[in-house]
Each structure stands twice: as structure tokens, then as C-alpha cells.
């Protein structure tokens, strides 16, 4: 049974920083290209990062230079660290796997196959 839990989310001023984590099992997490998505109310869910399973990431336009995706192979751990944070990044973020080496678009939350629970992450003015 695959499983993906998140953690790491919570309250944080304009700014500031969080760092998100998301443990997998159930499938070979080395194989597995990783993505991080985000859903605001009302908003449709977004691609925020990706990570093949060579370690190759990719960002959304709004997040480059400030969030940072990284994988741990041997602990079977997705990170997302989120520095300069904006309210605008405020959201459920949700950790998501599909068993291919290489990832899609980011822009393609279709293509993940398993998700995880969400974590909420919010970010005051």
C-alpha cells in the first residue's frame, strides 16, 4: 500500500521560512520522480516543484529562487524548503509520486499517481 505523509506545514509572517517534508513507502521511492503541489481556495491545484529520480527539479516561475526541492533516497523523504515566503504561497501543499524515473510537466498534476494527505501552510501580511 502506498503511502505519502506530509509534514513540516503551519503559520508563518511574510518572509519567513518552512520546510516541508513528505516520507513514501510502498514503492521504490529511488525510482520515482516526486512533485510538490499547492491549492488555494477556489484556486484550481498548482505544480510548485519536481524531482526525477536523478535529482533534476523543476519550479513554477513563482516559487524559482526562493523554494528549493530535494530528495533523500535513503530515508525515503521528499523536502520542499520555502524561504521569503508570500501570502500568496499560502495553500494546502501536497507531496505526489508516480513510479517514473523522469517527471512530466509540473504543470500536470494528472500525471502523479499518488498523493499524500496535504499539509496547510499559511502565510500572514
Known amino acids: 500500500q502506498v503511502q505519502l505523509v506530509e509534514s513540516g506545514g503551519g503559520s508563518v509572517q511574510a518572509g519567513g521560512s518552512l520546510r516541508l517534508s513528505c516520507v513514501g513507502s510502498?514503492?521504490?521511492?529511488?525510482?520515482?520522480?516526486m512533485g510538490w503541489f499547492r491549492q488555494a481556495p477556489g484556486k484550481e491545484r498548482e505544480g510548485v516543484a519536481t524531482i526525477d529520480g536523478s535529482g533534476v527539479t523543476r519550479y513554477a516561475d513563482s516559487v524559482k529562487g526562493r523554494f528549493t526541492a530535494s530528495r533523500d533516497n535513503a530515508k525515503n523523504t521528499l523536502n520542499l524548503q520555502m524561504n521569503s515566503l508570500k501570502p500568496d504561497d499560502s495553500g494546502m501543499y501536497y507531496c505526489?509520486?508516480?513510479?517514473?524515473?523522469?517527471?512530466?510537466?509540473?504543470?500536470?498534476?494528472?500525471?502523479?499517481?499518488?498523493w499524500g494527505q496535504g499539509t496547510q501552510v499559511t502565510v500572514s501580511s
Open positions: 510502498g514503492y521504490t521511492f529511488s525510482d520515482a520522480c
Open positions: 505526489a509520486a508516480v513510479p517514473y524515473f523522469t517527471c512530466a510537466s509540473i504543470h500536470m498534476p494528472t500525471a502523479f499517481r499518488y
